[in-house]
């Protein structure tokens, strides 16, 4: 492995991750709108996000495994490729059912290009650096998710639905044709074919996988209930709405890059528990606040919380991919994530029309809380069976 990471690559990934995410972020503050328009109810709102992460569960480990054994490129391409086409769908959705399986298919595209971009930034990352790339990558990911809220909330507001998604059309063909154009293939060599079952029974793995699907519960709920608190308690506009999942989601992406390196110095399981206390408690927090400005303050401490917890995660992933694959291994991490995507939003929707949104983001904070035990505990059997990590894992 080079010493100096690939920079022509590495960058055209930066530029395709952050215009194809900034595409995407665009809609987060807009599914409460699809669904009073089909006049359904709030149960949906989980459900559509939902079911985009559905697709990522069935298909991510799948294509992460294809991708070790054909390469990243067009996996990459075509995803994005996808993206643009399913912009351009959410003009036309006929009923609130055709609209679930927009979202599916805009999740097939998602499984097509995060998980397999990280594998490629595995592949020319130098070793020992794994935490500091990553977190580059995961800073252009969250920059373009936390950037769309914003704008599709402030041209949602100046000129309608259908104007935000032809932008996103246009944030998701740029990266498209640029990748075509001049992003190399990357197709490693392993010493035996990458199984994701290797990578399921890999004690530490087992650790970061627990920790990614639990680590959804309160961002399922911020990101998907915080619109419907703003609306129904505040009646704040969605570019107002957007700002403040925009807070979150860039302060976390803000953080990546700087708690990456840390990562790649110190204990990252220590790093996992912290913010993941920090994310719980501000979640919970949440159910006594009355103004929207206090909402974004505990957005950024939420941002924070998930920068020095999901860097250090992912440094892991990246590390334990040089040997079980770096598709396979990042397609189990972003399976786990997909689930965590698919499971709360149900379960939340259902508490919030049982008994209210206060429910919602106390449960959330509850069960990362109380998760940190059996994380903990599968953190330190790992380090009995596999070799630690740098600096103690």
């Known amino acids: 492995m080079a010493e ?11 530029i395709s991750v952050f215009l194809g995410l900034l595409g995407l972020g665009i809609v987060l503050p807009l599914l409460p709108i699809f669904v009073d328009n089909f006049g359904a109810s709030q149960f949906w709102v989980g459900a559509l996000f939902a079911g985009y992460g559905l697709s990522r569960i069935m298909l991510t480990p799948t294509i992460g495994s294809l991708s070790d054994r054909y390469g990243r490129k067009w ?22 059912y055709e609209l679930f399986v927009i979202r599916f298919v805009h999740g097939i595209a998602s499984a097509m290009i995060s998980s397999v971009s990280m594998s490629y930034v595995g592949d020319i990352t130098p070793k ?13 990911f969250y920059l373009g998710l936390g950037g769309g809220p914003i704008i599709g909330g402030v041209i949602n507001h100046a000129w309608g639905l259908n104007e935000v998604f032809i932008l996103m059309a246009v ?3 740029l990266p498209f044709l640029i990748c075509i154009r001049y992003l190399p293939e990357s197709k490693p060599v392993y010493r035996t074919r990458p199984r994701l079952w290797d990578a399921l029974r890999h004690q530490r793995m087992q650790s970061v996988l627990f920790f990614r699907f639990v680590n959804s519960f ?28 925009a807070i979150e989601v860039l302060s976390m992406a803000m953080g990546q890059q700087y708690f990456g390196k840390i990562a790649d110095r110190h204990k990252r399981s220590h790093m996992v528990v912290i913010g993941t206390v920090l994310v719980s408690l501000s979640t919970i927090a949440l159910i006594f606040v009355k103004t929207l400005p206090v909402v974004a303050v505990i957005a950024l401490i939420i941002g924070v919380g998930n920068a020095m917890a999901i860097s250090a995660a992912t440094a892991v992933v990246a590390l334990d991919g040089r ?11 972003n399976t786990a994530m997909s689930i965590g995507t698919v499971v709360p939003p149900l379960i ?11 429910s919602v983001f106390l449960l ?15 953190v330190v059997r790992s380090r009995r069976l596999v070799p630690p990590l740098p600096m103690g894992g």
């Open 75 to 96: 996996f990459i391409t075509g995803g994005l490729g996808i993206y643009t086409l399913v912009s351009l769908w959410y003009i036309f959705p006929g009923s609130i």
């Open 4 to 14: 100096t990471v690939s920079r022509g690559p590495f960058f055209i990934l930066l």
């Open 128 to 140: 020992g650096k794994e935490g500091a790339y990553q977190g580059i990558l995961s800073n252009a």
């Open 323 to 333: 040997t079980l694959g770096q598709g396979v291994t990042m397609g189990a991490y």
């Open 218 to 245: 309160p961002y399922a709920a911020f990101m998907v209930f915080i619109p419907v608190l703003a609306a129904t308690q505040y009646g704040y506009s969605t570019s107002l709405v957007g700002l403040v999942i």
């Open 171 to 173: 944030m998701s063909l």
């Open 348 to 358: 939340f929707g259902v508490v919030l029309t049982a008994w209210g949104i206060d």
């Open 364 to 378: 959330a904070g509850l069960i990362a809380l109380i998760t940190l035990i059996p994380f903990w505990w599968l």
